[in-house]
């Protein structure tokens, strides 16, 4: 994949074409203004969720916890269980939808302030100015030799950027085992092997992505960079920069007249290149490197406000605005389109079946197994058995007791050795079970039925599984 | 190089995950059976397990899709032009010989 061959015209030309450039370190220039404080407030939020969630208690027990070891899911009120696979499906797909309809209204909003990558770089990058400066100095440190002052600087950025790696990966482990536990062994140095090792290799990924990679992971990594643009179309909103308005570029006095000397308004004084993470020129047009992140805009204003221009030249805008179809006003009648509608639609119709779906939820399951070394046998008085374990999973927060029953033959009968059948909170018992039926009611090899299981003190607990009776 | 191996380990990274989430959901690791023993007693284990092999076996068939990617070319002719050749290389001076 490094090369990209071509066949040469002579011995000169070049033979192999690097696909991807050498990497130059980008080191951003800080940026204020509304957008860099939307992205702060983003920050905040995200990690106060991603930080904070694992703590919360609901009803006793962790309120979001994806149990791996007990197989089970808690999120608040409802538990899942590997059966309801379903739910997890549905969830994506809503998801999925979710971020097709905003990309395609307002463009890499995901990217821009809420992806964790763009969301730990940020952080990432507050340590490096907090210790190592602005991005001048910065760049100045790189160039320098190693001394004192160098070791000092990095190690204290890499001891820092390590707790936060470290804290992230606690969390990020805590999300699948119970947290409480999981920090009471860390006190103790007591932490599992395995939990150990995604503590780490979470914490490793952060420090890595946050700290190195960087924009590399969303030029070269990120599946979602390569496909956005599918949702995007003329009237979606991207970060752009108004070429009818800035061209030509060129510096200039603040005070001549500039319109007079034919120039643009854009004074070429590049500040929206230094402050893009990605390292791309903006004024090239859209490009697929751009994460949406807006800093280009809030730099170009801060400088059209110091030339006393209108602000804007860069602007969350649309391509028919840019083209002149339709004025920066009229954006917000043109998000009701065709394509926003269906993914609304679609969006509205699958959580509509989902909500749904959780509220008439039973929380009872019954798998039946049949007993594989005996697929039927005839009793003393000439009656025929089949043989099966019934696998019943209360998936409520409270007791149940059930009664069984059996259907599909005549005068079929259920024999249990157990006397009651109950099964505490989220518990998942095991029943043996034999069905037995007189073989003159008996017609065919084998026969259709349902095992009935029915809560005795709820009406509406109830699952029918069928299964096969085996004639002999 | 580098961006070879990233190629391959990255792809298989998340297809790795996806395929561990889907088969640990269909089949509890604990009653997993090989002839006749508990293949693993723990489901933490399991699951790390199961995401590395599943990774080992996608990074083989990316390996093999980077193997049969290689042009005609490639295979054929050194890719170097011949001044860029490593020392010591018999053709390095042949400028005849390049591509």
């Known amino acids: ?472 | 190089m580098l961006q070879r191996t990233i190629t391959i380990l990255w792809p298989s990274f998340l297809v790795a995950g996806v395929a561990d989430v889907i088969f640990t959901t269909l089949f509890d690791p604990l009653e997993l059976m090989y002839r006749g023993e508990a293949l693993i007693e723990h489901r933490v284990a399991a699951y790390t397990i199961g995401f590395f092999v599943f990774w080992l076996i996608c990074i083989s068939s990316s390996m093999l899709t980077c193997y049969f990617q290689r042009s005609a070319d490639e295979i054929n002719r050194c890719p170097l032009p011949a001044p860029k050749r490593p020392e010591g290389c018999p053709k390095r001076e042949d400028e005849s010989d390049c591509c």
């Open chain 1, 1 to 472: 994949m490094t090369e990209n061959k071509q066949t040469p015209a002579s011995s000169e030309a070049p033979i192999e074409q690097q696909l991807y450039a050498i990497r130059q370190r980008i080191q951003p220039r800080a940026v204020h203004g509304v957008f860099a404080n939307w992205r702060i407030a983003m920050v905040l939020l995200t990690q106060l969720l991603y930080y904070g969630l694992p703590w919360l208690k609901w009803d006793g027990h962790q309120a979001v916890l994806f149990d791996l070891a007990t197989r089970k899911f808690y999120v608040f009120g409802l538990v899942f269980w590997p059966q309801d696979f379903v739910y997890l499906t549905g969830l994506l797909i809503l998801s999925a939808l979710g971020l097709f309809l905003f990309t395609a209204i307002a463009g890499r909003l995901w990217c821009g302030y809420a992806c964790p990558q763009t969301v730990y770089t940020e952080i990432f990058m507050w340590v490096e100015e907090w210790l190592e400066g602005d991005h001048l100095a910065r760049k100045k440190l790189d160039k320098s030799p190693w001394n004192a002052e160098k070791l000092r600087k990095r190690g204290a950025k890499h001891l820092v950027w390590f707790v936060i790696a470290l804290w992230t990966g606690f969390t990020f482990v805590g999300y699948f085992t119970p947290i409480q536990t999981l920090a009471a062994e860390v006190m103790q140095f007591n932490l599992g092997p395995w939990e150990t090792f995604w503590i780490l290799f979470y914490g490793f990924a952060t420090w890595g992505n946050a700290g190195f990679m960087r924009e590399q992971v969303c030029k070269y990594m990120c599946p979602y960079a390569r496909f956005q643009s599918v949702m995007f179309d003329s009237d979606t909103l991207t970060v752009t920069y108004d070429t009818s308005r800035g061209e030509p570029r060129g510096p200039r006095s603040k005070k001549i007249d500039y319109k007079a000397q034919g120039l643009g308004d854009c004074i070429d004084c590049g500040v929206c290149v230094q402050v893009c993470p990605t390292g791309i020129d903006i004024r090239n047009g859209l490009q697929y490197e751009c994460i949406g992140c807006a800093a280009c805009i809030d730099a170009c204003d801060q400088i059209m406000d110091k030339m006393g221009y209108p602000r804007g030249l860069i602007r969350y805008t649309t391509e028919n605005v840019v083209k002149g179809k339709y004025p920066d006003s009229g954006i917000l009648r043109h998000v009701l389109r065709p394509r926003t509608i269906i993914y609304t639609v679609l969006m509205a119709v699958i959580g509509g079946a989902f909500v749904w779906s959780l509220a008439t939820r039973v929380p009872l399951r019954v798998d039946v197994v049949r007993d594989r070394a005996a697929l039927s046998k005839e009793t003393d008085d000439g009656l025929i058995e089949n043989v099966y374990r019934l696998q019943i999973i209360n998936k409520d927060a409270r007791v149940h007791r059930y009664t069984l029953q059996a259907r599909g033959i005549d005068g079929l009968r259920v024999v249990t050795a157990a006397r009651e059948i109950s099964a505490a909170p989220l518990e998942t018992i095991d029943v043996p079970v034999s069905l037995v039926a007189d073989p003159v009611a008996l017609k065919g090899r084998s026969i259709a039925v349902t095992f009935i299981v029915q809560s005795a003190d709820d009406p509406r607990i109830r699952d029918d599984v069928s299964t096969k009776f085996f004639n002999r």
